[in-house]
């Protein structure tokens, strides 16, 4: 009930803000942390490249869910294309670094 009273949202909108908030946090913490390992010089600094594309895919998702009023379900599906993509875009980069950073 604490979502209805305050926000005066449906409890779906709530579960969407709150889902979006935590994917956000989660996709910026990991950022801060390859930045502070590159940083050490304890891993690659492409890792950074790599998580800031992650931390993008959800402003991407913001910005049309938000801004731009895209329908939840399209959102949503594009939000999980540009997700995995970046993963895949992630685990590209990762193994390159790996190597160079092995090799050099």
């Known amino acids: 009930m604490c979502w209805k009273e305050p926000l005066h ?9 709150c889902l979006v908030a935590g994917v956000s ?3 910026t ?5 390859a930045v502070m390992l ?3 010089r304890l891993q690659p600094a492409a890792f950074v490249v790599a ?3 992650r931390l993008a895919t959800v402003g991407v998702y913001a910005a049309l869910r938000y801004v ?3 329908g939840f379900i399209r959102s949503a599906a594009t939000l999980a294309v540009l997700y995995v993509v970046a993963g895949l875009l992630v685990r590209r980069i990762e193994r390159r670094a790996r190597r160079r950073w092995m090799a050099g």
């Open 9 to 17: 949202v449906p409890f779906w909108t709530a579960v969407e803000w």
């Open 68 to 70: 731009h009023g895209l």
């Open 51 to 53: 998580h800031l594309g």
């Open 29 to 33: 913490l990991m950022l801060v942390a």
């Open 25 to 27: 946090i989660y996709a």
């Open 38 to 40: 590159a940083l050490a």
